[in-house]
């Protein structure tokens, strides 16, 4: 497929909040493993935010956006039938010009040791889309190093009937980008949450930490019967689970869902859970959004609150013990902080959010004063992704509305330069919500 010689691409010049629309060459293939994809949707996300402030620092102008779905249009020497039965991902051998797909935020090879072990945040080769190593999506035209890992082909090769083909088709490319980031990353703070030891006492109903072992096995049998022997039993206040989330941005918000859908599926009964935003206009949304899922599974209760507001709910709902967890998806100091305060002994603190070079400011001391279990990282995208994809494809009256009450799109708008400048602004002062571009528009 021939591609035109320029492309227009949103470039952030040093020393940050100056956006702009240039007209730049088009990416080309660079190496066997690349792919051309055209974009026809991509995201402007909180993380962006942080090389427009400034606070990652850079020297050069570089494009912009690390969320994006789109079309392959060029692949480089790798990709054919002759990969096949090569022990590569299997994309290597299917992917064809033309196909539909959406891309992790970051490259991943699979192939690696921590592409192997579901790690893929962490991929030996890893680059980040919107960077000073990669151009980034809010453009025509994105390079995809490694595409055969990091991209995910819609429909899947695995869907073969005409209705799982339309299902998979009638996905928008709008609702597709919240796969880039967002939504894994909501999936992945949740289920480090739920499935860490400190919370499966709760879960399981036994103990730390015969929770955490096999039900049936040896060991699991014979310490159970150990400590109900010195131990009286969970009582029924033991055993209700109360969850803080800080921070209702698209990340939070994706974190609730997730959060609905797993306690759900673990049939888990009267948990609570605090929602903590600055922003009124957060809170008011995320609690249209849970009001339209039905509220929390099994009778559980769902507040909305300030910080003040969500630390006395808390010291009420718990006599003052405080929550089992708090997920931090802000990335500040202060929210860790929040978290901190807001947790229990033994309490399990997980932050998505993107944290800056300052140092952490709770100290060693008061973590081993609290047994804090204290989780850090960026999401590994490509291992949540199948996860996440459900999530999506479930609840679709959530991730495919734009403009809505309830909906986590606020706007799309053009790929040029009054949109792109006025979006950042906007998105930078907590105006509007998620917004896409549509580089073609």
């Given at each position: 497929m021939?591609?035109?010689?320029?492309?227009?691409?949103?470039?952030?010049?040093?020393?940050?909040?100056?956006?702009?629309?240039?007209?730049?060459?088009?990416?080309?293939?660079?190496?066997?493993?690349?792919?051309?994809?055209?974009?026809?949707?991509a995201g402007l996300c909180g993380s962006d935010l942080h090389q427009y402030r400034y606070h990652d620092r850079f020297e050069n102008p570089f494009v912009t956006g690390h969320e994006f779905a789109g079309e392959v249009v060029a692949l480089g020497s790798s990709y054919g039938p002759n990969a096949a039965g090569s022990g590569r991902p299997s994309l290597y051998s299917t992917l064809k010009e033309g196909d539909k797909v959406v891309a992790t935020f970051s490259t991943s090879c699979c192939?690696?040791?921590?592409?192997?072990?579901?790690?893929?945040?962490?991929?030996?080769?890893?680059?980040?889309?919107?960077?000073?190593?990669?151009?980034?999506?809010?453009?025509?035209?994105?390079?995809?190093?490694?595409?055969?890992?990091?991209?995910?082909?819609?429909?899947?090769?695995?869907?073969?009937?005409?209705?799982?083909?339309?299902?998979?088709?009638?996905?928008?490319?709008?609702?597709?980008?919240?796969?880039?980031?967002?939504?894994?990353?909501?999936?992945?703070?949740?289920?480090?949450?739920?499935?860490?030891?400190?919370?499966?006492?709760?879960?399981?109903?036994?103990?730390?930490?015969?929770?955490s072992f096999a039900q049936g096995s040896t060991i699991e049998q014979s310490s159970t019967a150990l400590l109900t022997e010195d131990l009286p039993p969970l009582t029924d206040a033991d055993k209700r689970l109360t969850i803080a989330i800080i921070g209702l941005g698209p990340v939070g918000l994706c974190a609730v869902v997730s959060l609905l859908d797993q306690l759900a599926s673990k049939g888990l009964r009267g948990t609570r859970v605090i929602a903590i935003d600055l922003s009124e206009s957060r809170r008011a949304k995320i609690a249209k959004v849970v009001e339209k899922l039905g509220g929390v599974p099994g009778n559980g209760i769902f507040r909305t609150a300030t910080i003040e507001e969500g630390k006395k709910i808390v010291a009420d709902w718990t006599g003052g013990l405080g929550c089992n967890t708090a997920l931090e998806i802000v990335g500040h100091n202060d929210a860790l902080q929040l978290a901190y305060d807001l947790i229990r002994p033994f309490g399990v603190i997980c932050s998505v959010g993107v944290h800056q070079m300052e140092p952490v400011g709770i100290t060693g001391r008061f973590l081993y004063n609290k047994n804090v279990s204290l989780i850090f990282?960026?999401?590994?995208?490509?291992?949540?992704?199948?996860?996440?994809?459900?999530?999506?494809?479930?609840?679709?009256?959530?991730?495919?509305?734009?403009?809505?009450?309830?909906?986590?799109?606020?706007?799309?708008?053009?790929?040029?330069?009054e949109s792109a400048k006025e979006s950042y602004r906007k998105f930078e002062k907590g105006l509007c919500g998620k917004v896409l571009f549509e580089p073609w528009r």
């Open positions: 021939s591609l035109p010689a320029t492309h227009k691409a949103v470039v952030l010049y040093p020393p940050g909040y100056d956006i702009r629309v240039e007209t730049l060459p088009t990416p080309k293939i660079e190496h066997p493993d690349d792919a051309i994809v055209k974009v026809k949707v192939e690696c040791h921590f592409c192997r072990m579901g790690f893929t945040s962490r991929c030996e080769s890893s680059l980040l889309f919107g960077s000073q190593l990669l151009p980034g999506a809010q453009a025509q035209y994105v390079r995809v190093p490694k595409a055969g890992g990091t991209l995910f082909k819609i429909p899947p090769g695995h869907a073969t009937t005409t209705e799982e083909i339309a299902r998979w088709n009638s996905i928008s490319d709008a609702s597709l980008l919240l796969l880039a980031d967002i939504l894994p990353t909501g999936v992945f703070a949740v289920t480090q949450a739920l499935q860490h030891p400190n919370i499966l006492p709760i879960l399981n109903s036994k103990p730390f930490p015969t929770s990282g960026r999401c590994p995208v490509r291992a949540i992704f199948p996860f996440a994809l459900q999530l999506l494809l479930k609840r679709q009256d959530i991730f495919a509305g734009i403009g809505e009450d309830t909906s986590l799109i606020d706007k799309v708008v053009g790929l040029d330069d």
